[in-house]
């Protein structure tokens, strides 16, 4: 469904970013995801403590491509969600362009606004 699908894709891109990297040890391309150039590119953005703040070209540009579904399902445990602020991770992939309604669920966290 296209909630679904939009969950995951904010979720999945920059989760998959820090999990599959440090936690998962994925390939370097993890549904559709260049997983360094996210971990290198849009950790900043995402990360626990992190500011809410536009995150760069080159952080959306890692992003793109991404498989929301596989994101969500294989990279956002429990542990990864730990790392991250997810309100943080919605802002980021809505300012590169995914559509994600509120609502929208992805691991335990649901979008609400």
Request: charged content about 20%.
């Amino acid at each position: 469904m296209a909630k679904t699908g939009v969950v995951l894709g904010a979720a999945l891109l920059l989760l998959l970013l820090l999990l599959a990297i440090t936690t998962l040890g994925a390939d370097a391309r993890t549904c559709g995801v260049d997983v360094p150039g996210v971990a290198d590119e849009c950790t900043d953005y995402v990360k626990k403590g992190s500011k809410q703040r536009d995150p760069s070209p080159q952080c959306c540009t890692a992003i793109g491509g991404a498989d929301i579904n596989c994101a969500c399902k294989k990279l956002l445990t429990p542990e990864v969600q730990s790392l991250l602020d997810m309100n943080n991770l919605v802002y980021v992939g809505r300012k590169c362009g995914i559509s994600i309604p509120k609502g929208t669920k992805c691991g335990d966290f649901v979008v609400n606004n």
